[in-house]
């Protein structure tokens, strides 16, 4: 009985927002998040693709301009 409940509502949000125009505005902003500048920038440093990444920190990822990306300070 929860069971359907819990699945009846799900169904009723996704309606709701379908209907609003809402429902394509979750991965809005996404494709910004994927740079190495904005994720170095997250954790208060400078970056830029870097395949040797000395004297700095490396994120491994896969982001735009690459998979080499360097935060230093």
């Known amino acids: 009985m929860i069971i359907t409940a819990i699945i009846g509502l799900i169904i009723l949000v996704a309606v709701i927002l379908m209907i ?11 494709d910004d ?29 896969d982001y735009k301009e690459g998979s080499n990306c360097c935060c230093k300070a």
């Open 20 to 30: 609003t125009g809402k429902f394509g505005a979750f991965g809005e902003g996404t």
């Open 33 to 61: 998040a994927i740079s190495c500048k904005n994720v170095c920038e997250s954790i208060g440093k400078t970056g830029d693709e870097d395949s040797t990444c000395t004297g700095g920190q490396k994120v491994v990822g």
